[in-house]
Antibody, heavy 120, light 108 residues
Framework: EVQLLESGGGLVQPGGSLRLSCAAS????????MTWVRQAPGKGLEWVSI????????YYADSVKGRFTISRDNSQNMLYLQMNSLRAEDTAVYFC?????????????WGRGTLVAVSS | EIVLTQSPATLSLSPGERATLSCRAS??????LAWYQQKPGQAPRLLIY???NRATGIPARFSGSGSGTDFTLTISSLEPEDFAVYYC??????????FGQGTRLEIK
């Protein structure tokens, strides 16, 4: 059974940093691209970042480029999102999700999300 | 960036009725369009990929159609558990990967 479990969310001040983690199990982790998608309170889904199975290629939404870094540790089946220079508009539930293949860019399994709140 | 516009914003129907949800792209996405269902407090669930392919475990009452810029998600006969928010998503021209703003399907 595929399982994705996010952690690392919390309350942080504007300008601060957080590192989100996503623990994956139940599939061959290194064979699939992984992504982060966020959802601001009461709003729709916003794609944040994606990384290939090998970790060799990454892409970002313009809204987070230069501030967020996606990475993965295939030996530990872990996905990460390092978030720096956080802003109020980054407040959201952050979901990690598994690509349907290695680079399909649609997502067949999702975690339950972790809440990031940016406020002073 | 490809913008996806979903309509209607809210759809009010009764169990047993047919639901038709629309997604229009600002430029062609070929057949690279997916649909997701999200219930309150839950993660999105992939329903349909590449316009018309049901994801694993998705009931046959869910179907997708369309091409180019105009797409439809149809639920043939609504079950109580189908009332949720539905999002379309394109993977044709990315980054960025983009989602529609969502259609809320509510019980009439």
């Amino acid at each position: 059974e595929v399982q994705l479990l996010e952690s690392g969310g919390g309350l942080v001040q504007p300008g601060g940093s957080l590192r989100l983690s996503c623990a994956a199990s139940g599939f061959s982790f290194s064979s699939y691209a992984m992504t982060w998608v966020r959802q601001a309170p009461g709003k729709g889904l916003e794609w944040v970042s994606i990384i290939t199975g090998s970790g060799g290629s990454t892409y970002y939404a313009d809204s987070v480029k230069g501030r967020f870094t996606i990475s993965r540790d295939n030996s530990q089946n872990m996905l990460y999102l390092q978030m720096n220079s956080l802003r109020a508009e980054d407040t959201a539930v952050y979901f990690c999700a598994k690509d349907r293949a290695n680079w399909n860019a649609d997502f067949d399994y999702w975690g339950r999300g972790t809440l990031v709140a940016v406020s002073s | 960036e490809i913008v996806l516009t979903q309509s209607p914003a809210t759809l009010s129907l009764s169990p047993g009725e047919r639901a038709t949800l629309s997604c229009r792209a600002s430029q062609s996405v070929s057949s690279y369009l997916a649909w997701y269902q999200q219930k309150p407090g839950q993660a999105p669930r992939l329903l349909i990929y590449d316009v018309s392919n049901r994801a694993t475990g998705i009931p046959a009452r869910f179907s997708g159609s369309g091409s180019g810029t105009d797409f439809t998600l149809t639920i043939s006969s609504l079950e109580p558990e189908d009332f949720a928010v539905y999002y379309c998503q394109q993977r044709s021209n990315w980054p960025p990967i983009t989602f529609g703003q969502g259609t809320r399907l509510e019980i009439k």
